[in-house]
């Protein structure tokens, strides 16, 4: 597998460490010096982060919160995260800029697709925040939008679990993790790979799916330097 451009993906709630909640300074340091590397490798990589971690506005929903309104909360969840990420980045001496969805300057910049992937082929990474700036939209489906719009060359998705299995790993010992996947395939075995929206997207723009392991130390470079298979591959 040869990427030169990469949209990823990431979980608010990885960032929030073992409990999955907050900010984990330690995770965000570990995640900033694998993705460092990859980057002075010659790579290009922007980043999507959720905000799970924070506030999800679909789970607020059961809990008399308005969606449309909860939906903004997470927005601007995703906003910290990537403010956290970018300042970690910079400590490992790179450039990160965070784009945002809707205006928020001077905290971020604006959302442009020319500017983010000016950034990209500058060497910095380019945080693309606040999802697709609209309610009833994951951050699967904004980092889909995203990928599709910088023309990059894959969306990784990281994860907890080292790729796609047949059943969730966590609760069924015997699943079985495959090697790769068509997009055909995934969908007739209703394999949660990412939402529908955000899958659906990816398909009709025949962008591939790398599920890895984030979290497993040396994964990315594994992936985007040495091209070695790790994770599942789901394809066109």
């Given at each position: 597998m040869d990427f030169n451009r990469v949209l990823l993906k990431l979980s608010g709630e990885s960032l929030g460490g073992p409990g999955g909640t907050g900010i984990d300074e330690t995770r965000l340091s570990q995640y900033a010096s694998e993705i460092a590397p990859v980057v002075r490798g010659g790579c290009q990589v922007a980043?999507?982060?959720?905000g799970g971690n924070i506030f999800r506005g679909l789970q607020g929903t059961g809990k008399g919160f308005d969606r449309v309104d909860g939906d903004k909360m997470g927005m601007l969840a995703t906003v910290i995260n990537s403010l956290g990420l970018a300042m970690a980045l910079?400590?490992?001496?790179?450039?990160?800029?965070v784009f945002t969805a809707t205006p928020m300057e001077p905290v971020a910049r604006y959302y442009?697709?020319?500017a983010a992937v000016a950034c990209l082929e500058q060497g910095g990474v380019a945080l693309l925040a606040g999802g697709t700036g609209n309610p009833f939209f994951t951050t699967?489906?904004?980092?889909?939008?995203?990928?599709?719009?910088?023309?990059?060359?894959?969306?990784l998705k990281g994860t907890r679990v080292d790729g796609v299995y047949t059943a969730d790993?966590?609760?069924?010992?015997?699943?079985?993790?495959?090697?790769?996947?068509?997009?055909?395939?995934?969908?007739?075995?209703?394999?949660k790979v990412m939402d529908l929206t955000a899958f659906a997207l990816c398909k009709e723009g025949r962008l591939p799916i790398v599920v890895f392991d984030m979290n497993a130390v040396g994964?990315?470079?594994?992936l985007l330097l040495r091209g070695e298979k790790t994770g599942t591959l789901v394809h066109p």
């Open positions: 980043v999507v982060v959720g910079r400590s490992e001496g790179l450039r990160a800029e442009n697709r020319d699967d489906s904004g980092a889909a939008l995203r990928a599709l719009e910088i023309r990059a060359d894959v969306l790993p966590e609760k069924d010992p015997s699943a079985v993790r495959y090697d790769e996947l068509s997009f055909g395939e995934a969908i007739e075995k209703n394999l994964n990315l470079q594994s």
